[in-house]
């Protein structure tokens, strides 16, 4: 509940909030696997590994502050009633 409205938060925004964690855990693995496979390619191991785990993270990062914004933009439009 939200102690300005009184109003319980909508399924869909209980669901995105609880998938963020997991972006950001898939967005990391991608950017290592990717990393991972260039490395067997170039025979640079562990350097591209590290390199794509490294934006991978940053990738899972940057999504989820901005779903956390969006999700903040939402609920005051929410609140003003627009």
């Known amino acids: 509940m939200t102690a ?3 109003k319980k938060p909508t399924r869909f925004q209980d669901l995105a909030a609880s998938s963020l964690g997991i972006e950001v855990a898939v ?3 991608l ?5 991972w496979w260039l ?11 590290l390199g794509g785990l490294v934006v991978g993270a940053v990738i899972g990062w940057v ?8 999700m ?3 609920d005051i439009k929410r ?3 627009t």
Do not use: E, H
């Open 4 to 6: 300005d409205t009184g």
């Open 27 to 29: 967005a990391t693995l």
């Open 31 to 35: 950017g290592g696997f990717l990393g």
């Open 39 to 49: 490395d067997g390619r170039f025979y640079t191991k562990p350097w591209l590994m």
């Open 63 to 70: 999504d989820v502050w901005l779903q956390i914004r969006n």
């Open 72 to 74: 903040d933009d939402a």
């Open 79 to 81: 609140k003003k009633g």
